[in-house]
């Protein structure tokens, strides 16, 4: 991957956390690279970004407890907002432990919601023995994801774990909609809506992964571009900081769609 590190290592500073110890870096560039602004913060606009998903996060928690709905809807936007604030953490120190910070509350976030969706009988609760299994289900996942990970540090395996939570999620949403009791439940409009959601929340995520891989494929180019225009005006040339932007957005709407079903 094409990064500051590699780009333009001459810029590159070292802050108080030490030197980098996470398995990845970014294209993120400034007149003096990691640590301009402070010795505290390596990636300024790749970590302050994180503070719109901790936000929209906390916007979505709060429509929850207004709304009645069940507990576990409010833990799901809290899961976001942590993985928000490990993101902050990890931009911010480029450490191994603020990475898994970042990374393993996305897989937690991620069998959560296939919970949701797979628990989609009426009622809500721990009591009934499908809601027991599929909370057991998913923590056996989470509690295996993270070990295995622990073990092969290799970002590309969470990237494809997390990549077939999303892409699971939808599939789950068209079965619901089309081939179950709630597909004759749910009103058509309803439908319409849930399905308008977790489309905006796809293109959402799919824009961000583009953006996100541009930016690790003209790094150099990217790089040569905010060097030329200066600050703030180039961190708008950031392409993983709108990863996070993106990404919360999308989430936000697929997890307002869950709470359709």
């Given at each position: 991957?094409?990064?500051?590190?590699?780009?333009?290592?001459?810029?590159?500073?070292?802050?108080?956390?030490?030197?980098?110890?996470?398995?990845?870096?970014?294209?993120?560039?400034?007149?003096?690279?990691?640590?301009?602004?402070?010795?505290?913060?390596?990636?300024?606009?790749?970590?302050?970004?994180?503070?719109?998903?901790?936000?929209?996060?906390?916007?979505?928690?709060?429509?929850?407890?207004?709304?009645?709905l069940?507990?576990?809807?409010?833990?799901?936007?809290?899961?976001?907002?942590?993985?928000?604030?490990?993101?902050?953490?990890f931009?911010?120190?480029?450490?191994?432990?603020?990475?898994?910070?970042d990374?393993?509350?996305?897989?937690?976030?991620?069998?959560?919601?296939?919970?949701?969706?797979?628990?989609?009988?009426?009622?809500?609760?721990?009591?009934?023995?499908?809601?027991?299994?599929?909370?057991a289900?998913?923590?056996?996942?989470?509690?295996?994801?993270?070990?295995?990970?622990?073990?092969?540090?290799?970002?590309?395996?969470?990237?494809?774990?997390?990549?077939?939570?999303?892409?699971?999620?939808?599939?789950?949403?068209?079965?619901?909609?089309?081939?179950?009791?709630?597909?004759?439940?749910?009103?058509?409009?309803?439908?319409?809506?849930?399905?308008h959601?977790?489309?905006?929340?796809?293109?959402?995520?799919?824009?961000?992964?583009?953006?996100?891989?541009?930016?690790?494929?003209?790094?150099?180019?990217?790089?040569?571009?905010?060097?030329?225009?200066?600050?703030?005006?180039?961190?708008?040339?950031?392409?993983?900081?709108?990863?996070?932007?993106?990404?919360?957005?999308?989430?936000?709407?697929?997890?307002?769609?869950?709470?359709?079903?």
């Amino acid at each position: 991957m094409m990064n500051l590190t590699t780009v333009a290592p001459w810029k590159v500073k070292e802050g108080i956390w030490g030197p980098v110890t996470a398995t990845l870096d970014w294209c993120e560039a400034s007149t003096s690279a990691n640590h301009q602004f402070s010795p505290y913060i390596a990636e300024m606009a790749n970590t302050l970004s994180n503070l719109f998903t901790i936000g929209i996060a906390v916007a979505g928690f709060l429509h929850t407890r207004r709304q009645g709905l069940p507990a576990r809807y409010g833990a799901g936007y809290m899961g976001i907002a942590l993985v928000g604030m490990g993101s902050f953490f990890f931009h911010a120190t480029l450490q191994f432990q603020a990475q898994l910070a970042d990374e393993l509350p996305m897989i937690y976030v991620g069998s959560m919601s296939l919970w949701l969706l797979f628990d989609d009988k009426p009622g809500f609760g721990l009591a009934s023995p499908r809601t027991k299994f599929l909370v057991a289900a998913a923590i056996v996942l989470d509690v295996v994801f993270t070990w295995s990970y622990m073990i092969n540090r290799n970002p590309v395996y969470h990237q494809v774990v997390f990549g077939a939570m999303v892409l699971s999620t939808a599939l789950r949403i068209a079965y619901i909609l089309r081939h179950t009791e709630a597909s004759h439940r749910i009103p058509q409009e309803k439908k319409d809506t849930i399905s308008h959601l977790f489309w905006a929340g796809a293109v959402m995520f799919a824009s961000g992964f583009l953006i996100w891989n541009l930016d690790n494929l003209l790094c150099r180019e990217l790089t040569q571009l905010k060097m030329r225009i200066g600050w703030p005006l180039a961190f708008l040339f950031e392409g993983h900081s709108w990863w996070h932007i993106l990404t919360g957005i999308g989430t936000y709407y697929m997890f307002i769609g869950i709470q359709y079903v």
